[in-house]
Structures are given as C-alpha cells and as structure tokens.
C-alpha cells in the first residue's frame, strides 16, 4: 500500500517514561515511524481511557492531542517522543496516573507543520504554558538554518513554565513573563510583545498558546511589518480531518471568508489569515 | 482489490466487500486514504451536499458522551458545484464505489440536486439523508413522518437516470423504521441505510445527533426488525459499529452491508481493520 512519505500513522505506541515537572507531566513514547515524520508544530492524537484496540473506541471516543515537544531518533528503544500534559480533565489526568509500559494507540504526526524562512531571517517565538512545547523544535530547526532566535515565554506561574534551561540554550535571548511575577517579569505576552518585537527585529513571529494570545501576536506582527506564524489549540474529537469539528474561520488566498479546520489545514496559520474575531465569537 | 468471492450486490451493484464508509465521517477521502487504500474497501459515502454551500454550525461542534459522540456539524459543505469541481474527481480514481450522500431543503431542490450529481462521472450511487438530527434548525427538508421520506425518494426518482442506485438513509428510531422504510423502498428506493445519530442535545441543549457505540443496540434492533418485517429489502447497516465481531452481528441480522462512522474519528484505520478482519486476512 503506498503512503505519502510524509503522511501520518495510526500505531500503537509504549509508554517508556512518565516524569512530573512542575504543573505538567512530561510522557516520553515509543511510537514507530512517527518520530522519522515529525516536522516543528506537528502534534499526535492518543486514545486515552484504555479503550481496547479493533473495538472502536471504548467510552471515551474523542482523541486527545499534543504538541511533539521532542524527538529522539536515537536510543536503545528505537525513536521516541516527548509530549507534555497538563492534568485538567478526564483524558489528561488518565494519561497522568499511567504506568510506563503501557500501549497507546496514537496517531501522527498530524497538521501542517510550521512554514521556516527560506533566508537567515531573525525570528521571535513566543510561546505560553504548556504550548511552548511546540517551540523548542522549532528553535533547533531555525538555528540550524542560521536564524537568530528570540524567544518569548510565558505562564501563569513558574509551576506552569516550561523548561526554562532547555529554552536558553536555544535561542540568543529569552524573555520571561508570568502573570504573578513568580519569575521573570510579571504580566502577560501582550504586556512586552512590542517591546521584544523592537528588540529582536524579527521578520517572522512564530506563537503557540491560547487563541487570546495569537491574537495579539498575529496584531503586533502585523504592526511590525512581520509575518506571523501561529499554532492554534483547538478542541479536536477526530484530529485527523474527518469530522468537521474543528472549525476555524479563515480569510483565503482570493479574500473569502471560508472556514478552515484545525487539524488538518492548521494547526498553524499564517495570523493574517485567521478571522480572531470570528475565533472569539465561535 | 478483493477477491471475488467476498464481493457482496448492493441496489445492483457489486462492491468490493461489505464495509462501506459512513457519510460525514470520512472527510473529503484524501484524509482517509493516508492510512490505507479505499479501494479496500465497498464503498464511500461522502458527507452530505447541499445545492450551496454551507459554512456549518458555531464550535463546539462534536462532544464527547459516555460511549458516544454528539455532533452539531451543521452540513457544513462546499456546495455540490465545488464538490464536483474540486473533491469529486479526485474520489472517481481511487477504485471503490463513490456513494454521494444529498440534502436539501424543498423537493424541488432535491430534484435539482440529483440532477447535478447523476450525471458526474464517478457516481455510483445516490445516498438521500432523510435523517438529519436538525433539519428544522438548518432548514433542511424535515422528514417527521414515513410520507415525508417517501416524497423526497419520489421527487429524487424523478431525476434519477435509470441505473443509479438510490439509497435511503433512515433515523434509527425503533418505532417508526420499519414503516420508514416500507415506505421509502414502495417509492422505489433501491435500498435503505439504517440509520443515522439518534436525536440528541448537547450539554448546552443546543439539537444534536449522538453516534457511536452508545446507539449500537438500538441501530442493531432496527436493522433486525427491518429484515425481519422486509425479508427482500436491501439493508446497510449503521450505527456504532467498530469491529468485525460487531458488524458481523448487524450481517447476521440481515443486512448486506455495513458502514461505518463513528468508529474512523477514533481510529482513522477502523474501516480498513474491519474490511480485512472480514476477509479473513492476516
């Protein structure tokens, strides 16, 4: 059966380590053939409830999705990945209290990834909570291709920030911003995105987090004469194009208002693209 | 391709196996096909067209239910023009029969519809969904009584060249599908699907359909008494079913076939999985 090289898989996948880091439990799978398709702002969708495979879901039939925070391809259990939960409802908090050693039925890596500069342009990557794992990736493929990389994070707290060491090594500087002031500065990403903007001059803006926050950043970029590339966190039930559920209402290329779907015409969007005001009112 | 002696007649035509693709499960096909090939498979059934294009219903669309989906989609769909122009072509190659499921809102428009969609290279079959969950809300052609689906059956005939198979899709409500479907196949439907979502609210009491394992004993009772009050009716069973165990109980019951939906948002190989589990393959 032939497959577009680059198209997702559906396998069953093991649980090889499971480790709490502040607010958020950070899963490392074996997952085959996944890690070899993985492009930045990809994600994967995971049965969760231990539904048994080949009966069609058990009671929780929903897939629920994550952003590929890492990829080794290397290792003595073949290629894995790192995904990172926060534990806030049924699905999350499942996969929170499970065992390494455990199967999963995962399917990935899906979405459109997000688009790299073709030139050693400067770019900014703001990212807030959990969502920041869609970054990190990303910041090693750009500064492989030379691109000086800024990044922006941010959270509610410190419990809620991620790997803050790992972030520094990737980029030139880092700016911090938690909404209580626990680290770095306190306020949100709007309070200092035109301040870092300036700063970092950056011809490309690349965002992960809530829909409020893309917003801003699709705004500021447009501001700044910048291009915005912005990785949407919608609810997904199938998260891989076949149910129409996702819907983001988008501007096409000829000026149209169409709706999109997260999963598989994003999860990133260019920010001039996406209709927030519609997002917000959806 | 199947080997022949697991091909199975349907409304005078053969397919390939016994397991179809419900409609507004499968997206436009192309998203399917990345985990195995259709032709695997007896049929498509593509989501349901209307004359123009629908932008579909406000987020969220599908919630998850203990065992079940609840979906609000609102027949969002690029208008049969587009779907000829753009999805259609593209669905005609893949070597499995393309079953192209209507709605619309007057007769008349149903008539123009068929119209339309007969004539396109590809089509092999006309599936007429009498069994929306809001046809009131979205303003569809609303199918309350027996007589209601046995005018939209007439009406579609009407424009339907001899040699196009007419498929009717019915609710799954116990008490009436058996006079539904008398009805709808004394009108000249070739054969009846049943059923569809069982009507539903979503928590927030918005109309809903709710899908999924959830309704499997109640589509097979009405697929058993169906056969049962009809022993030459043709009847493709829908409704829940996610294994080959399962659909081998809806087989057993009576019907020629099986579709299936829900299961693919859970688990995009659920078709293939169960069309080879058929087959007796490894």
Same mark, same amino acid.
């Given at each position: 059966?032939?497959?577009?090289?680059?198209?997702?898989?559906?396998?069953?996948?093991?649980?090889?380590?499971?480790?709490?880091? +502040?607010?958020?439990?950070?899963?490392?799978?074996?997952?085959?053939?996944?890690? @070899?398709?993985?492009?930045?702002?990809?994600?994967?969708?995971?049965?969760?409830?231990?539904?048994?495979?080949?009966?069609?879901?058990?009671?929780?039939?929903? %897939?629920?999705?994550?952003?590929?925070?890492?990829?080794?391809?290397?290792?003595?259990? +073949?290629?894995?990945?790192?995904?990172?939960?926060?534990?806030?409802?049924?699905?999350?908090?499942?996969?929170?209290?499970?065992?390494?050693?455990?199967?999963?039925? =995962?399917?990935?890596?899906?979405?459109?990834?997000?688009?790299?500069?073709?030139?050693?342009?400067?770019?900014?990557?703001?990212?807030?909570?959990?969502?920041?794992?869609?970054?990190?990736?990303?910041?090693?493929?750009? %500064?492989?291709?030379?691109?000086?990389?800024?990044? =922006?994070?941010?959270?509610?707290?410190?419990?809620?920030?991620?790997?803050?060491? @790992?972030?520094?090594?990737?980029?030139?500087?880092?700016?911090?911003?938690?909404?209580?002031?626990? &680290?770095?500065?306190?306020?949100? &990403?709007?309070? &200092?995105?035109? @301040?870092v903007l300036t700063q970092s001059a950056a011809a490309v803006v690349y965002a992960a987090g809530p829909a409020r926050t893309l917003h801003a950043v699709a705004e500021a970029a447009e501001r700044h004469g910048a291009w915005s590339q912005t990785a949407l966190e919608q609810p997904l039930t199938c998260a891989t194009g076949l149910c129409h559920g996702c819907a983001v209402p988008v501007v096409g290329e000829d000026g149209a208002a169409r709706t999109a779907r997260a999963c598989v015409d994003g999860p990133v969007f260019r920010g001039d693209r996406v209709r927030w005001v519609d997002l917000a009112d959806a | 391709m199947s080997a022949p002696e697991h091909t199975v007649e349907l409304a005078g035509l053969t397919l390939a196996g016994p397991v179809l693709v419900a409609s507004g499960c499968g997206g436009t096909g192309r998203e399917l096909a990345s985990y195995g090939a259709?032709?695997?498979?007896?049929?498509?059934?593509?989501?349901?067209?209307?004359?123009? $294009?629908?932008?579909?219903?406000?987020? $969220?669309?599908?919630?998850?239910?203990?065992?079940?989906?609840?979906?609000?989609?609102?027949?969002?769909?690029?208008?049969?023009?587009?779907?000829?122009?753009?999805?259609?072509?593209?669905?005609?190659?893949?070597?499995?029969?393309?079953?192209?499921?209507?709605?619309?809102?007057?007769?008349?428009?149903?008539?123009?519809?068929?119209?339309?969609?007969?004539?396109?290279?590809?089509?092999?079959?006309?599936?007429?969904?009498?069994?929306?969950?809001?046809?009131?809300?979205? /303003?569809?052609?609303?199918?309350?009584?027996?007589?209601?689906?046995?005018? !939209? !059956?007439?009406?579609?005939?009407?424009?339907?060249?001899?040699?196009?198979?007419?498929?009717?899709?019915?609710?799954?409500?116990?008490?009436?599908?058996?006079?539904?479907?008398?009805?709808?196949?004394?009108?000249?439907?070739?054969?009846?699907? !049943?059923?569809?979502?069982?009507?539903?609210?979503?928590?927030?009491?918005?109309?809903?359909?709710?899908?999924?394992?959830?309704?499997?004993?109640?589509?097979?009772?009405?697929?058993?008494?169906?056969?049962?009050?009809?022993?030459?009716?043709?009847? !493709?069973?829908?409704?829940?079913?996610?294994?080959?165990?399962?659909?081998?109980?809806?087989?057993?019951?009576?019907?020629?076939?099986?579709?299936? /939906?829900?299961?693919?948002?859970?688990?995009?190989?659920?078709?293939?999985?169960?069309?080879?589990?058929?087959? /007796?393959?490894?």
């Amino acid at each position: 059966m032939s497959r577009p090289a680059r198209g997702p898989l559906h396998v069953s996948g093991e649980l090889l380590a499971s480790k709490r880091v +502040g607010a958020y439990r950070h899963l490392t799978l074996v997952a085959p053939g996944i890690p @070899e398709r993985f492009r930045p702002g990809t994600f994967v969708a995971l049965s969760v409830g231990g539904s048994p495979t080949g009966q069609g879901g058990g009671e929780h039939l929903a %897939r629920r999705c994550f952003w590929i925070h890492r990829v080794k391809p290397v290792g003595a259990f +073949g290629a894995t990945i790192d995904l990172v939960v926060e534990p806030v409802g049924t699905g999350t908090r499942w996969l929170d209290a499970l065992a390494p050693g455990a199967t999963l039925e =995962l399917t990935g890596p899906l979405g459109r990834p997000f688009a790299l500069p073709q030139e050693p342009v400067s770019c900014l990557l703001v990212g807030e909570g959990y969502a920041t794992a869609a970054l990190l990736p990303l910041a090693e493929r750009l %500064r492989e291709r030379q691109c000086p990389v800024t990044l =922006l994070v941010a959270a509610d707290d410190e419990a809620h920030l991620l790997s803050a060491i @790992e972030t520094r090594r990737a980029a030139r500087a880092v700016t911090v911003v938690t909404a209580d002031g626990s &680290v770095g500065r306190r306020g949100g &990403v709007a309070d &200092v995105l035109d @301040e870092v903007l300036t700063q970092s001059a950056a011809a490309v803006v690349y965002a992960a987090g809530p829909a409020r926050t893309l917003h801003a950043v699709a705004e500021a970029a447009e501001r700044h004469g910048a291009w915005s590339q912005t990785a949407l966190e919608q609810p997904l039930t199938c998260a891989t194009g076949l149910c129409h559920g996702c819907a983001v209402p988008v501007v096409g290329e000829d000026g149209a208002a169409r709706t999109a779907r997260a999963c598989v015409d994003g999860p990133v969007f260019r920010g001039d693209r996406v209709r927030w005001v519609d997002l917000a009112d959806a | 391709m199947s080997a022949p002696e697991h091909t199975v007649e349907l409304a005078g035509l053969t397919l390939a196996g016994p397991v179809l693709v419900a409609s507004g499960c499968g997206g436009t096909g192309r998203e399917l096909a990345s985990y195995g090939a259709l032709a695997e498979l007896g049929g498509f059934v593509t989501r349901s067209l209307t004359l123009n $294009p629908r932008a579909g219903g406000p987020v $969220p669309r599908l919630w998850e239910s203990p065992s079940g989906l609840l979906n609000a989609i609102g027949l969002q769909n690029p208008g049969v023009e587009q779907f000829l122009a753009t999805e259609m072509p593209w669905l005609a190659q893949q070597g499995t029969r393309i079953v192209v499921s209507i709605v619309a809102s007057t007769l008349g428009e149903y008539a123009e519809l068929t119209r339309r969609v007969a004539g396109a290279p590809g089509v092999s079959a006309i599936e007429v969904n009498l069994s929306v969950p809001d046809a009131a809300g979205l /303003g569809v052609f609303d199918v309350r009584e027996p007589f209601h689906a046995a005018n !939209v !059956v007439a009406a579609v005939l009407r424009a339907l060249p001899r040699g196009v198979p007419l498929l009717a899709k019915l609710r799954p409500d116990p008490h009436r599908v058996v006079e539904s479907a008398r009805c709808v196949l004394d009108a000249g439907a070739s054969a009846v699907v !049943v059923g569809n979502s069982l009507l539903a609210a979503m928590p927030d009491g918005r109309p809903a359909g709710l899908s999924g394992p959830a309704l499997r004993p109640v589509a097979l009772r009405c697929v058993t008494d169906v056969c049962r009050a009809l022993p030459e009716a043709e009847v !493709v069973a829908a409704g829940g079913i996610g294994s080959a165990e399962e659909a081998r109980a809806f087989l057993a019951a009576g019907a020629r076939a099986v579709q299936i /939906g829900t299961a693919l948002l859970h688990d995009p190989t659920t078709a293939a999985r169960v069309a080879a589990d058929l087959r /007796g393959a490894p």
